[in-house]
């Protein structure tokens, strides 16, 4: 079954009355879905969701890819498909299918976003995309495995184990250590 929009709001509403403080962040993306925005669907040009992994590996490195139409190291992740049941299902879907990494491998810190990003996309002639928003809907999950065997390379042209203070959201890593403790 798809993602609904019911669905997007409720974790979205859940994260806010965990994380306030990230309100004014995110009330545009409220005032989307007021407007009956269907931001499960990539379509929406104004702002869609996406699911992203924070995985946090056995030594406490967080795993990032290196993103193949953007150029740059990223957290696993990308866009919804019908066949995801939840964000965070979708969050592990796009982990395991971004890095081979088992999903019997990984364990979810929970089920509510660690953090949802809002960030700009270029515009991409190829895939006749103007340039739009993501909404990142990222969940934290753990590993006892370091072991990535085969990355998705139409998307993915790395991944490095980094540490949390690599991560480019300052706000995401306290969330990321205060989790780890």
């Not at 992740?77 to 088992?102: K, M, N, Y």
């Not at 509510?112 to 999950?141: C, G, S």
Request: proline share 6%.
């Amino acid at each position: 079954m798809p993602i609904s929009t019911d669905h997007i709001r409720s974790t979205l509403n859940g994260y806010l009355d965990v994380h306030p403080e990230d309100k004014p962040g995110l009330a545009r993306v409220l005032d989307l879905l007021d407007t009956h925005a269907d931001l499960a669907s990539r379509k929406e040009f104004r702002a869609h969701a996406t699911a992203g992994a924070v995985l946090v590996g056995p030594d406490g490195r967080i795993l990032h890819i290196r993103h193949l139409a953007l150029d740059a190291w990223l957290l696993p992740g990308g866009h919804l498909e019908p066949e995801d049941g939840s964000l965070l299902a979708a969050a592990l879907r796009e982990l395991c299918e971004e890095t081979g990494i088992s999903s019997e491998s990984v364990t979810s810190a929970g089920p509510d976003p660690i953090d949802i990003d809002v960030h700009f996309i270029p515009a991409n002639a190829t895939k006749a995309e103007p340039e739009h928003q993501h909404v990142d809907f990222r969940f934290l999950f753990r590993t006892e495995t370091a072991d990535i065997s085969a990355l998705q390379t139409e998307e993915v042209t790395d991944a490095a184990w980094l540490l949390v203070d690599a991560l480019a959201s300052r706000k995401l890593g306290r969330r990321v250590w205060s989790a780890l403790r």
